[in-house]
């Protein structure tokens, strides 16, 4: 693909992902990789450079723009190679007007931007929520060391907040190195690594993995047990679920049972685990800021209203480790917004009343944007304090 028709089809591609993010449809990276299975003459080189591309212009838009065109050409005046593609060439876009309609430029839509300001975080410290993300895996314990790991990849660095993170420069192609493919390594945030280690475990325990999603964090306990025991990864999205199988396989995870759970009814899916787990980790959906330096749509597709779904599951979340619970539950939750703090506290004290519950329970403290998780982690993941997702 030449440079021009690298620009258009960004262009095509942001149309698409503008119009998901006003609907509520599917991912940026769900879109383009659909796109991209009916377009086969792409090569990875050309997918790689309009990847970027797009990327590149959302994050630059803070609200949805009126079109894919707007938004390129505002980074075309951020940017002269850019620019220089609007060519008019054969499969490329038509040559800019200085005139025509840009794309404004922000963080996030103006009333999410007060929000986060009113949440404590200042003007200063919003553009980290959008910037790229790092490269962070997490060394897989059950087949390898850090040491062993940063020997064979020259490129990797420790994280110091983790005991078994290492950082690539972002662009690495993971998925083509053979320790990935051998099960060495899981691509994993360093936040939610640290989350993770909140919650005691111990090989031959019995642990309950709620809002697991795609198993990043059951890993990590699996890991840390020892390959021993029992771990139950719960979720209510089947999609995101039933890609934890072949990780867990890759991983040499022997311990992990998955089990899909049917929202308003998930009690009814456990009645093995009530009062049985030594262990549960409630990593909650909300508000979904720690989640836009990899999917900066989400930015796009708020409502003022829109944590009303999150905040009910956190508090439903934390009912099912009260039933569930034989030992310690940890709770998590990235928000930085001051309604969803609010939320974060009522689910904070909702743990706690673990403790009225059955004689051996008690909670680790909550891993949150502005609580401390106690010993040596980190009081806050956030991208402006620790240069991770959030």
Wanted: hydrophobic share 40%; aromatic share 4%.
């Amino acid at each position: 693909m030449t440079p021009g028709a690298r620009t258009q089809a960004a262009i095509d591609l942001v149309d698409v992902i503008a119009e998901a993010a006003r609907s509520g449809g599917a991912a940026a990276d769900t879109l383009i990789a659909r796109w991209f299975a009916t377009r086969r003459y792409a090569g990875s080189k050309d997918r790689r450079a309009v990847r970027e591309l797009v990327y590149a212009a959302i994050r630059r838009a803070g609200e949805v723009p009126a079109n894919g065109r707007t938004a390129l050409v505002a980074l075309a005046d951020d940017d002269a190679t850019v620019a220089a593609s609007f060519d008019g060439s054969n499969y490329g876009p038509a040559p800019i007007v200085a005139d025509e309609p840009r794309a404004s430029a922000g963080v996030a839509p103006r009333w999410l931007e007060q929000a986060l300001i009113d949440s404590g975080l200042t003007a200063d410290a919003l553009p980290a929520l959008v910037g790229r993300a790092p490269l962070d895996l997490r060394v897989n314990t059950l087949k390898a060391t850090r040491d062993e790991v940063l020997a064979e990849l020259p490129d990797a660095a420790p994280i110091g907040a983790t005991p078994d993170g290492v950082r690539l420069p972002t662009g690495t192609a993971v998925e083509a190195l053979p320790a990935f493919n051998r099960g060495l390594v899981e691509v994993q945030d360093a936040g939610s690594q640290i989350v993770g280690l909140a919650l005691p475990v111990a090989p031959g325990a019995r642990i309950v993995d709620l809002c697991a999603g795609a198993g990043g964090k059951t890993l990590a306990l699996a890991a840390r047990m020892g390959g021993e025991g029992m771990l139950l990864a719960c979720d209510t999205d089947r999609n995101r679920l039933q890609r934890l199988a072949p990780r867990a396989t890759r991983a040499g995870a022997g311990n992990v049972e998955t089990r899909l759970l049917n929202p308003g009814r998930e009690l009814e899916s456990l009645p093995d685990w009530i009062g049985t787990a030594d262990g549960v980790l409630v990593d909650a959906p909300c508000s979904g800021t720690g989640t836009w330096r990899r999917n900066p749509e989400a930015r796009s597709g708020w409502a003022p209203t829109g944590s009303t779904a999150s905040a009910r599951r956190r508090r439903t979340s934390s009912t099912w480790a009260r039933r569930w619970c034989g030992r310690v539950a940890t709770s998590s939750t990235s928000s930085a917004r001051s309604s969803m703090r609010k939320d974060r506290r009522r689910s904070t004290r909702s743990l706690r009343g673990i403790r009225a519950g059955p004689p051996r329970c008690s909670t680790s403290p909550p891993v949150a944007h502005a609580g401390a998780a106690g010993g040596s982690i980190p009081p806050t993941t956030a991208p402006t304090a620790f240069s991770s997702r959030g």
